[in-house]
Nanobody, 126 residues
């Protein structure tokens, strides 16, 4: 399976962007799909995750209330809608997936995800 992340770009503080993560070679079914980000010189940070079978999505504390993760079954795609972007949101954003369910307490653990996309750069200017 390959994950393709897209939608990054250069925006100003307060703007919005929508990232997409599309899987090829596999149709999401019981998967857990998440977004992580990594800024230069920092560790990879959990952003959001959802389970393809449904249930509440999960968010990192720094993006709660501003970012929304969602999916389109027909397009086999997961989205990350990012609103009210801040300069500190500047990072390379990665989508990741695992074939099965990840328990809630481990959703923010990058090691639990099996497949990773190549990343898309989001730059927010002040």
């Amino acid at each position: 399976v390959q994950l393709q992340a897209s939608g990054g770009g250069l925006v100003q503080a307060g703007d919005s962007l929508r990232l997409s993560c599309t899987a090829s070679g596999r149709t999401f079914s019981g998967d857990t799909v998440g977004w992580f980000r990594q800024a230069p010189g920092t560790e990879r940070e959990f952003v959001a995750a959802l389970r393809w079978t449904g249930g509440n999505p999960y968010y990192g504390d720094s993006v709660k209330g501003r970012f929304t993760i969602s999916k389109d079954n027909a397009k086999n795609t997961v989205y990350l809608q990012m609103n009210n972007l801040k300069p500190e949101d500047t990072a390379v954003y990665y989508c990741a997936a695992r074939y099965n369910r990840i328990i809630a307490s481990q959703l923010d653990n990058a090691a639990m995800y099996t497949y990773w996309g190549q990343g898309t750069l989001v730059t927010v200017s002040s």
